[in-house]
């Protein structure tokens, strides 16, 4: 492209070198009523109007390459730089318990419940032992709002008059849990079932 626009430049100014030399010879032809003259000024106004076209267009051109199409970075939610470790550490724990079904008083990869797994990631993923029922889980830590929720909260459900459920915040608005029906399992804490079986959030590590 460059090499092209160079090309044109030489030949347009040979071209303007012969227009000013031809102009000058139009001048004595046209005392003596030369037809020629006239041929020649209107190829050189052709010559013109093509010069003005080309840089028009190059201008145009140079416009629009230097225009640039910027978008809107997606939000993506990204744990507080303090709160990274625990995070890492609940994926962790999830990629080894992920379907793991959920068995009533089990405590194995073969099957577990709640309060079992919250006991057992929280003694692997951060090497502290807390009680093994939901209802002694619910009185370790303290206790804080449920808009302040972070990674390795423990967060608690009335499931009924007589069922706690248990489990623990991994990501924003998220949870890790054993499901009676599903097994081990991330669940939302907004999903409509578990916003209406909210109890508390405590928190163990600060």
Same mark, same amino acid.
């Given at each position: ?62 416009g629009?390459? &230097?225009?640039? $199409? ?9 744990? /507080?730089?303090?709160? +990274?470790? !625990?995070?890492? %550490? ?9 379907e ?14 709640? &309060?079992s797994? $919250? ?9 502290? /032992?807390?009680?093994? +029922?939901? !209802?002694?889980? %619910? ?9 302040s ?27 890790l ?6 097994? !081990? ?22």
């Open positions: 492209m460059l090499k092209n626009i160079l090309d044109f430049l030489q030949n347009f100014f040979f071209r303007l070198l012969r227009f000013a030399r031809n102009d000058r010879h139009c001048e004595e032809q046209q005392r003596n009523n030369d037809c020629h003259c006239e041929e020649e000024r209107r190829s050189n106004l052709s010559f013109t109007k093509t010069l003005l076209f080309f840089f028009l267009a190059l201008f145009i051109f140079a629009c390459s &230097s225009k640039t $199409v910027t978008t809107a970075p997606e939000a993506v939610y990204e744990p /507080k730089k303090e709160n +990274t470790w !625990v995070s890492k %550490a609940l994926h962790k724990e999830y990629d080894k318990w992920c793991t079904p959920y068995k009533y008083g089990g405590q194995t990869l073969q099957g577990t419940d709640c &309060s797994l $919250v006991q057992q990631v929280y003694q692997d993923a951060f090497g502290i /032992k807390i009680p093994r +029922t939901s !209802v002694e889980q %619910a009185q370790i830590g303290y206790e804080v709002p449920r808009n929720c972070k990674e390795g909260d423990l967060v608690f459900f009335k499931v009924d008059s007589k069922t706690r459920h248990s489990g623990i915040m991994i990501d924003k608005e998220k949870f849990h054993a499901s009676t029906t599903e097994g !081990v399992k991330i669940s939302q804490l907004n999903d409509p079932y578990w916003k209406s079986k909210y109890l508390q959030t405590r928190r163990v590590i600060p």
